[in-house]
């Protein structure tokens, strides 16, 4: 399994459009993943109530992960625009 670790760069966390963004570049990597606080339950990185549901803060700790075998590349941009606070997709890592 593939994971990424990394803190939350948007100031209002993953809340209302961070995390709208985040859902989206989530299901456009084509790959099943799944997002979690450093100490909490895994939920869908593709929806929207999950990642809301998080709770998860400016600068607070969260897990990607994916079991797909090609992972890395998607994981490593996911985690870019999270530590990051993108307001897209970065195509390239």
Known sequence: ???RRVNVGWAEGLHAR???IFVR???ASG???TIAK???APVNAASMLAVL???AKGGEEIVLASEATDADAALDRLAKLVA????ELPETV
């Open 1 to 3: 399994m593939a994971e």
């Open 18 to 20: 961070p995390a709208s």
């Open 25 to 27: 570049a989530a299901t």
């Open 31 to 33: 790959i099943p993943v």
């Open 38 to 40: 450093a100490d909490g």
């Open 53 to 55: 549901g998080l709770g």
């Open 84 to 87: 990051e606070g993108l307001d």
